[in-house]
């Protein structure tokens, strides 16, 4: 409620949350990398995910501390934080998924992950631009309206690839609980972005 | 807090959830109907039930623009969003069970299905007929106990299902992962109706 | 926000958090016997994991009953419903791992489910050491930091547990599913820990 009036220390917040969400641009430019890869340069890869997976563990916690030290925020504590874990899940679920593909020592990825992965990417740029328009509220509801659009969009990737690896593209039953545990992965981190995005839709309709 | 005074303005947003809760229960017979219907039926009834999670898609966010625009609101503006995306989430849940039905192309499945989905259907028409009583704040705990015990009887049904899944009524182990994911989609629906349920119970909490 | 005043009344609020945190440890403990167990004995164990699990449902419904009718409390109404309530995830968690090891008679559980069960120990412990701390607001970042620590610890285990699953350990394609079920519950329970873990951060951060 109210008119939001951001300040200069309000702007610390938003580049906290921009901070986070190029975490996981980084994040998913790797995964892409590491699909595209042998099984020998993924467990080369993995530890770097690592490290980002870190860094925005990292950053989570400056939000949570600046919140915490802080009189005056640019909206609610809570809601704050909560956005600020959601951003960190979205980068979790991408270091999940890419751990995944190295410890099941993958191959023979089916073709439409790369689709699928693409959808990732794009959420995850989406979302880093969004964060810094938290600071004026505006051209917010094009960014979650986008987030939907590229959810339903992988969704339907995701289906695509259930449908193919049950309609006889993987036969071995054991390959076919990795490959599913991987699909369903990548569709798990894209509903993390969609998560952010009903958050940061939340945060703009309370504040209006 | 304070004492609950609904106008007929409030009364809109009793109405936008009870529509919203009428295409789960509309989704839900919609999926009985699927369940008992050969794979060809199947694949005709499907984008049916795709139009009803579209339309609870539209009541949801004609709720969150009422929100949006609206000064006063019977309850806290985050607790409606909260409830309506909870509810949405339903139908969701038993749209994403279809998809998979039709996806896996299930044959034989196992009859206690039928008395796991007698279940949801129940929690739909429960929650349909909860909706409107929110403008009240009355007969509300009966709903949310009942919900409770539903979740419990739907939990005992998942389980027995599980047993005899792996206690030989499927042998394919390709088959038995595709029984296991409609089963667990099923039992997910079935939460999704408690988690609306403890979002009314927590806001008859915060109001009263 | 303001300076935290508990009173005797207040106690009782920390009294049932503790009350149900207490369930949580008595139902680890219990899984951990039941997995050291033959199946004929986990049978046997099984109904008093069922009696903790209901045990710590009365305790959950026994806080939100006491916030529903008290005027003041510790802290926000809504965040104890919520703490209370991701404190009984946990119990109904570890509870429906212990069904799942009845359910599919598992033989020759692998020996790293033993490690991943004493972080959930561990877990369960310090989560009911800390909520009577919350009266005070003392030493509650110590609790948070190592619950993440152990979390973090956890991960690895599942890891392992996964790569040795799918590394030959198992081979029956049958059981490779069951295993992995359990292991992902065991996860998912340490999960739920943490959930509590964030919570209690988030009321801290709240309250200072």
Redesign the interface.
């Known amino acids: 409620m109210g008119i939001l009036k951001p300040s200069s220390r309000d702007d610390a917040f938003f580049q906290l949350l921009a901070d986070s969400a190029r975490q996981c641009v980084a994040a998913a430019g790797l995964l892409t990398q590491m699909l595209a890869a042998d099984t020998t340069e993924r467990e080369v890869l993995l530890p770097r995910l690592k490290d980002i997976e870190h860094e925005a563990d990292e950053a989570t916690h400056a939000i949570?501390r600046k919140?915490?030290t802080s009189f005056v925020t640019p909206f609610d504590?809570?809601d704050i934080?909560?956005l600020a874990?959601s951003l960190d899940d979205c980068t979790d679920a991408i270091e999940a998924a890419g751990?995944?593909v190295v410890?099941?020592r993958m191959n023979g990825l089916m073709p439409d992950i790369t689709a699928q992965m693409e959808v990732i990417v794009r959420m995850a740029q989406l979302t880093a631009d969004a964060m810094p328009r938290l600071a004026t509220m505006k051209e917010l509801p094009e960014y979650w309206v986008e987030i939907n659009r590229l959810e339903n969009e992988g969704d339907v990737i995701y289906?695509t690839l259930?449908?193919d690896l049950?309609g006889g593209a993987v036969t071995d039953?054991?390959e076919?609980?990795?490959h599913?545990d991987i699909i369903e992965r990548l569709e798990q981190a894209a509903d993390c972005f969609e998560t952010v995005a009903?958050r940061v839709?939340?945060i703009v309709?309370?504040e209006?």
């Open positions: 949570i919140v915490n504590h809570g934080v909560e874990a751990q995944m410890l099941y289906r259930l449908r049950f039953p054991i076919v609980i990795k599913k009903h839709e939340s309709i309370k209006s």
